[in-house]
């Protein structure tokens, strides 16, 4: 055949002077791809340590490059000799089985090199993992956003003891100071007829009423009290009444009565609806939400879709949105799905699908 873009080497490998052969063998060692050197029908002569580990268990030396378990994605054997024998280099996919019979697709890459001593042909054949790059930059970036999201969840909890502080402080605690001075004055003030200080006594029980009421209130907050007696549904109908009078915004909701879910599974959605609910309250800008909950085929759906602003995804994958990371997470435990769909100035809807395990178990 017509020699084409061949490579020349003064010497392959046993041929080279020892200081050149060393140099060869050590760049070799060196990188993680599978390095192997063929003769000119493609019996190996010569395989780096990760050929060796990854081929584990397979004899290399003077074995036919595709008598190991490999085998061409997209061309046959012919088409692969034809093609590096014209244009002297060969680029393609390979399915791999490796040590433990796993099948993995990999790159091969092949050139040809022709020894001027001898005149005879070699191919230098390297097999590496196109996804490993990309796999070492996206186990990177998880744990960045592990970290962040770590630092998001503390700030989060740093929040929540903030903003229980200033309800202990601005209404219990200022209740509670009422009361005692109500209490000293009735010990102190010796003027005070029987009636008034049955009168200051009432008063102080009204105020007592109300912090209790108030008490009860942060801890239901706290532990979804709602949730734990009444289950998902009522518990949903309860936040988004909370919503709407916080913020003022339209709410049309349409949830379907008999659901019936494992208790922690309803505190993971619950948690996410709440989530979902305070985005809109702080970024949306929205006038309108509707908020769907119905099971069909055996998931539980849930549909939240506002006509606010929106945002550009790929944005909110730049600003590392925590919320919905914290989102997802909870939705990975349960095995379900989030689908967003949004752009700028056309509102956003969020579809969240999780298999239904046991739709007679109780709530």
């Not at 190996?44 to 008598?67: C, R």
């Not at 007592?208 to 709602?226: F, G, H, Q, V, Y």
Request: aromatic share 6%; proline share 1%; glycine share 4%.
């Amino acid at each position: 055949m017509r020699e084409t873009n061949s490579k020349s080497l003064p010497r392959i490998i046993n041929d080279m002077d020892e200081s050149i052969n060393k140099f060869f063998t050590s760049l070799g060692e060196i990188v993680d791809d599978l390095i192997l050197l063929c003769d000119d029908d493609f019996i190996i002569l010569w395989a780096n340590t990760s050929a060796k580990n990854f081929f584990k268990g397979k004899e290399l030396h003077k074995v036919k490059l595709f008598d190991l378990p490999v085998q061409l994605t997209s061309d046959d054997f012919e088409s692969f000799v034809e093609k590096i024998y014209l244009l002297g280099k060969y680029s393609g996919e390979l399915k791999c089985e490796n040590e433990s019979g796993l099948i993995e697709i990999r790159k091969i890459q092949a050139i040809s090199l022709l020894n001027d001593i001898d005149q005879k042909r070699y191919f230098l054949v390297k097999i590496s993992d196109e996804n490993h790059e990309n796999i070492k930059l996206e186990l990177e970036k998880n744990k960045e956003e592990l970290r962040n999201l770590a630092i998001y969840l503390q700030n989060a909890r740093e929040e929540e003891r903030a903003k229980i502080a200033r309800e202990l402080h601005d209404d219990i605690g200022q209740l509670l100071t009422i009361l005692k001075m109500d209490f000293q004055s009735i010990l102190m003030d010796e003027s005070l007829t029987k009636e008034e200080i049955t009168e200051k006594i009432k008063n102080s029980l009204l105020i007592l009423d109300e912090t209790i009421s108030i008490t009860r209130k942060l801890i239901s907050e706290l532990r979804l009290a709602i949730l734990d007696h009444l289950g998902l549904v009522p518990a949903l109908e309860h936040l988004v009444d909370e919503f709407k009078e916080k913020t003022k915004i339209d709410v049309y909701y349409e949830f379907e009565d008999d659901i019936k879910i494992e208790k922690e599974i309803a505190v993971h959605l619950f948690r996410v609806c709440q989530e979902l609910l305070t985005n809109i309250r702080k970024h949306s800008k929205a006038s309108k939400v509707e908020f769907i909950l119905k099971k069909s085929n055996g998931n539980l759906t849930i549909q939240i879709k506002d006509n606010g602003i929106g945002f550009d995804k790929n944005e909110l994958q730049e600003k590392n949105s925590f919320g919905l990371i914290g989102i997802r997470e909870r939705l990975y435990i349960l095995n379900g799905e989030i689908e967003l769909e949004t752009s700028k100035g056309s509102g956003t809807r969020i579809t969240i699908t999780i298999p239904l395990k046991d739709e007679t178990s109780n709530s």
